[in-house]
């Protein structure tokens, strides 16, 4: 069923059964998203709870002048990025990744090292250096290098979600590449 029947028929009165084929369309695929941001399962389970609650308030109001995925992790992203500076706040051990020019991993203290530490992480130590150098990156570069790594969003689709020119999203990325890069071959 498409997004637009599935829209249809939650404006013709049937909201529960609607919303639920939405979020069984779009569950996993926006878990996978969320947890890469925040990277622990608890922390993506939560957010993404708190997402579908949002998403479930302003459903009435989508005006569909968006595509609804679209629509959907912008609302994912949202909440996972205030889910990630609460937890900054919080922190009593910095959040951030760590940018100084050490090449030992015990003192680094950003996200990645929670990974370590997550039992439903099952990544190799490929996919641990690659976390440590997102890490590195600034939010915006983050983002966007999330979004079209790992989800593979065409770079239309990413500027409207976050309202950027398709141009400025290709030389984020392209930014976001070269640091990986570097910073993989400089930990190898």
């Known amino acids: 069923m498409s997004d637009n029947e599935?829209?249809?028929?939650?404006?013709?009165?049937?909201?529960?059964?609607?919303?639920?084929?939405?979020?069984?369309k779009y569950q996993e695929r926006v878990y996978w998203h969320i947890r890469r941001m925040v990277l622990t399962h608890d922390d993506a389970d939560d957010v993404l709870q708190n997402t579908f609650v949002k998403v479930w308030r302003a459903l009435e109001n989508f005006r569909a002048e968006s595509q609804f995925y679209t629509w959907l992790y912008r609302i994912a992203t949202n909440e996972a990025l205030n889910h990630i500076n609460i937890?900054?706040?919080?922190?009593?051990?910095p959040f951030e990744g760590n940018n100084n020019s050490s090449d030992d991993d015990d003192n680094n203290f950003g996200p990645s090292n929670y990974l370590k530490?997550?039992?439903?992480?099952?990544?190799?130590?490929?996919?641990?250096?690659?976390?440590?150098?997102?890490?590195?990156?600034?939010?915006?570069?983050?983002?966007?290098?999330?979004?079209?790594?790992y989800d593979e969003m065409p770079y239309e689709d990413m500027s409207e979600m976050l309202g950027t020119s398709v141009g400025a999203l290709k030389a984020s990325y392209h930014h976001a590449a070269q640091k990986v890069e570097a910073f993989l071959l400089k930990r190898d």
């Open 87 to 93: 937890k900054k706040k919080k922190a009593v051990i």
């Open 6 to 24: 599935l829209l249809d028929l939650f404006h013709s009165g049937q909201r529960e059964k609607a919303f639920t084929l939405l979020m069984e």
């Open 117 to 149: 530490s997550d039992p439903y992480f099952n990544g190799d130590e490929i996919e641990l250096k690659l976390q440590q150098a997102i890490d590195t990156l600034p939010d915006k570069q983050k983002q966007v290098f999330l979004l079209r790594y």
